[in-house]
């Protein structure tokens, strides 16, 4: 087997927000760990042959200068610029969230105003985010545009100098916000409410298109919308949009998760149809571009993340290598998989084994890793992160199989929007045909089963514990045991979490869809061991749903470890408890799965 190390994991450096100068001639991107969010910022040329060069840090949300002179960028929620021969200086003591450069020396800015003081005590939502121009010449900021109280939560600048987009919601919190969310044009009228979960604001011509929720359900594919007459640019489509990217000289430009693939595309003018550039096997994030080059992280089966550049329709070219320890190393075969689930519907996924095995080195204990969301998905990527711990895990001698059951994003709307209310169903068995499948293959040990997953991943492990007893050994991270207590607790607020746990429109007779849909309603029926973790200040799946599942398994007496990390949210972000993660799931899985159960 290997000695791959929980450091080596944890510590891996991921490149980030690559930013093509408007000239196409350099490009900067961050780097950083996982879990953090502000990082080193680096400068290296578009077209290669020079080694990147650190600008500043730490720094956030890097944006270009129009002359491509000079980068600005957040440290510690003030904005901040710095020229490519360095020398950074603070442009502004105002707290920003985000900026836009703009031609002429004035910078749009999104930050807080002044506020009265806070009551320590009282449960309000956060300050809401205003409009301002800084006037770079003067040093002067003032208010920009009549938004009202709204909370400002995207711009985006016209490229021929015409009205700023800006979207925003009535208060901070994700509900009501993206339920009753505004496009304006300041300086010119409002627009049509747009889609939920709307982002991505690109101008086109004239034209204001972005990125939101396939109406009319709040469960469902994303989209790409035209804002000004809500066109949806993507209908029909069995594929899924997940970045949308201004052009300015041209059509915006687009990444499509493709099954287990990436492609870009481009918007035709003639169709209003986006049309494939260049496919990717694996992932690409974080597309930008500028002077006719794109800059992307990409990253393939055995290739970690890395800047790629090249023109649109490719080839890209690797600028940087941000984990040579991990490029060095021999891994496992990573295989994709193709079947169909038992109502003849198409599925794929990935099988990982471990270094140096092949197929024919089967049966082995066999973990299954389910993503969250439901709709995100297993790209052909390097897998091996704290969270996504496949190459962790196949080190130590399991295979593991990560499944993209019906609910997953790469395969169109109608394919993403059939959990809506069904949460457990059909998605559940799509799982359990690809385990059965590589138990018919020699692949798995039937006797040697174990899931996991952290969020909707997390959810659907308490439900493989709850409603099978195939497994030997399952951990819980941050996932879901009651639907009901959820839609109450939960900062997606009621809509969203009905409309996954099935409330939405029922009327009886029989269980409540909450109840029928939530692992904690069949505790009594759980004998697998089970490994809850969570951050005890989740607010997305408030720890009150690990704690609802671990006094029910005490109650009926169930095998499990009930792990708390302090300070933590939805995600892991501290050192120490990524590491504690990958040490304890792996202990886990070993202490259940190697050792053969008795008959």
């Known amino acids: 087997m290997g000695n791959l190390s929980a450091e080596t994991v944890v510590d891996r450096i991921l490149p980030r927000e690559p930013r093509v100068s408007p000239d ?105 985010d205003r409009l301002w121009l800084l006037d770079l010449t003067t040093g002067e900021v003032r208010p920009h545009g009549d938004l009202g109280d709204r909370h400002v939560v995207e711009v985006a600048a016209h490229p021929g100098g015409g009205p700023l987009a800006v979207l925003t919601w009535p208060v901070t919190d994700h509900c009501p916000g993206m339920l009753e969310a505004r496009l304006h044009l300041v300086g010119g009228h409002d627009l049509p409410a747009p889609a939920v979960e709307a982002s991505a604001l690109t101008w086109w011509g004239d034209r204001l298109l972005y990125l939101g929720l396939t109406p009319p359900g709040l469960v469902g594919g994303y989209a790409i919308f035209d804002a000004g007459d809500g066109a949806n640019l993507t209908e029909g489509m069995d594929v899924c949009p997940v970045e949308l990217v201004q052009v300015d000289d041209g059509p915006p430009l687009a990444l499509f998760a493709e099954g287990l693939d990436t492609t870009i595309r481009r918007l035709d003018p003639a169709t209003r149809r986006f049309v494939e550039l260049a496919h990717a096997p694996g992932s690409l994030e974080f597309l930008n571009h500028g002077g006719g080059v794109v800059a992307v992280v990409a990253s393939t089966a055995t290739e970690p993340d890395d800047v790629h550049t090249g023109p649109p329709g490719g080839p890209l070219t690797r600028l940087t290598d941000s984990s040579p320890e991990l490029r060095a190393r021999t891994w496992g075969p990573q295989e994709r998989l193709a079947y169909r689930a038992a109502d003849g519907l198409e599925l794929d996924g990935l099988l990982v084994l471990p270094p140096g095995a092949t197929r024919q080195d089967g049966p082995f204990p066999l ?26 895990l196949a080190d130590a001698g399991f295979a593991v199989f990560l ?30 045909t690809g385990i059965d499948l590589l138990i018919d293959a020699g692949v798995a040990d039937p006797d040697r089963l174990g899931i996991g997953g952290g969020s909707h991943g997390g959810f659907l492990a308490a439900w493989a514990a709850a409603r099978s007893d195939r497994f030997a050994a399952a951990f819980v991270n941050a996932g879901v045991s009651d639907w009901g207590m959820l839609a109450a607790t939960g900062e997606l607020g009621a809509p969203f979490e009905a409309a996954y746990g099935g409330s939405i429109g029922w009327e009886g007779p029989g269980p409540h869809p909450h109840d029928r849909n939530s692992p904690i309603s069949y505790a009594a029926d759980i004998r697998t061991p089970i490994l809850l973790l969570h951050g005890a200040d989740d607010t997305n799946v408030p720890l009150s749903q690990a704690e609802f599942l671990h006094r029910a398994l005490r109650h009926f007496g169930v095998e499990h470890e009930f792990a708390v990390y302090p300070g933590e949210g939805h995600s892991l972000r501290g050192r120490e408890h990524q590491l504690d993660f990958l040490h304890r799931t792996r202990e886990w899985f070993t202490r259940w799965l190697k050792p053969a159960r008795p008959a």
């Open 367 to 392: 973990v299954t890793l389910v993503h969250g969301g439901p709709y995100d998905r297993w790209a052909d990527r390097f897998i091996g992160g704290w969270h996504r711990q496949a190459r962790w």
């Open 24 to 128: 196409g001639r350099w490009v900067v991107y961050l780097t950083t760990t996982r879990g953090r969010t502000a990082g080193d910022l680096w400068l290296v040329p578009a077209a290669g042959g020079a080694p990147p060069r650190k600008l500043a840090g730490p720094a956030e949300a890097p944006r270009w200068a129009p002359d491509s002179g000079s980068v600005f960028y957040l440290a510690a929620r003030r904005l901040h610029r710095v020229g490519r021969t360095g020398d950074a200086e603070r442009v502004t003591d105002r707290v920003v969230t985000a900026c836009v450069p703009l031609p002429g020396d004035l910078v749009v800015l999104v930050g807080p105003g002044e506020e009265p003081p806070r009551d320590p005590y009282l449960r309000a939502p956060e300050p809401p």
């Open 403 to 432: 499944p993209n059951p019906r609910g997953s994003q790469g395969h169109g709307h109608a394919f993403a929007v059939s959990v809506a209310g069904a949460v457990g169903g059909a998605e559940w068995t799509d799982i359990l």
